[in-house]
């Protein structure tokens, strides 16, 4: 299966914290599937981490060169993704989230987040862990 971590889970995932719940780690370690990060969660990382917010003080660099060498494959945002997002309800304002929901169904790749916003949405290829 072809799953997409949403930027929690990445970072989570990365860090091996505890908070990363248990269903998202059987995913992610399983080889069977394939795992995939966004440049959009790359770019909200940078953001939030220049506006100080705690749970964002990682390298991007880092942590994308870490992901790229765990065999994840890196998710660039094109146009098709942001038609996507515009057929959403706007049940959720970040547009991080939004375009991540927008590459899943764009790509047909199931969004693994643990996210209760994200959950509103009745799209199928979204995944709450």
Do not use: C
């Amino acid at each position: 299966m072809k799953l997409l971590l949403d930027t929690h889970l990445l970072l989570w995932a990365a860090a091996d914290d505890p908070a990363l719940p248990h269903e998202a780690r059987v995913a992610i370690e399983n080889v069977e599937n394939t795992l995939f990060f966004s440049v959009a969660s790359i770019w909200e990382i940078i953001i939030k981490s220049a506006l100080g917010r705690d749970d964002f003080k990682i390298d991007a660099r880092v942590l994308r060169r870490n992901l790229l060498d765990a065999g994840y494959e890196e998710l660039p945002i094109e146009a098709p993704h942001t038609f996507e997002v515009a057929q959403l309800p706007p049940l959720h304002k970040d547009p991080f989230d939004r375009v991540l929901i927008g590459q899943a169904m764009a790509e047909g790749i199931v969004l693994l987040t643990h996210d209760e916003l994200i959950k509103q949405y009745d799209v199928a290829p979204v995944r709450f862990v």
